[in-house]
């Protein structure tokens, strides 16, 4: 489960980095996800992920408060403290698409939501994430596993049309229904 654990830890990072030199943002700007400021998107990363983990039964302690940035770095290090128990991560249970373990679901779900909104807190803060092919192939395959529950409530919007030619990056965002 190390791998898994480490990638999810890897994608945390990358968004604490952002976070952490995102002084004196505007947390208010609104992002690519509609009706969402930079700030509600990482209240959403950090609730979703809260609710996950709860109802496994880790225990993160009281939900953090305050700035964005401060809420995420105490919300990692709480999230740092369940996964390094090995029996935590390796626990089996009946997810949406079948059995899995804690580990799975944190690498590939909540890997796959940390590199999007990445993007998303990237560009409500007047900044530009650009992800390597490796990450591209780790979204496709994210998109590709949602089937027909791509589009439903709460996931991705509609897909929009992308020009010939665009860049691998420009037609994952189109399929996700944002525009780069």
Known sequence: MTD?????????????????SAHDA??????????WSAADVVDHVV??????????????????????DAVWAA???????AVADEAFVSREYDGYFGRTTVAD????FYGFDLLVHHW????ALGRDVTWDDAE????????DGFGEHLYGEGVCRPAL?????????????????RAA
Do not use: K, N
């Open 75 to 81: 919300h990692t290090d709480a999230v740092r403290r």
């Open 47 to 68: 609730d979703t992920q809260r609710d996950f983990l709860a109802q496994r039964e880790a225990d993160l302690g009281e939900r953090p408060s305050g700035a964005p």
């Open 120 to 123: 998303d807190v990237a560009r």
């Open 105 to 108: 679901t944190l690498a590939r």
């Open 26 to 35: 505007d947390w208010s700007a609104p992002s690519p996800c509609e009706g």
């Open 4 to 20: 898994l654990t480490d990638q999810y830890l890897a994608d945390a990072d990358r968004l604490t980095d952002l976070l952490a």
């Open 161 to 177: 049309e992308t020009p010939a030619g665009a860049p691998r990056q420009v037609r994952l965002l189109a399929r996700m229904g």
């Open 136 to 143: 591209m192939d780790r979204i496709d395959a994210a998109l």
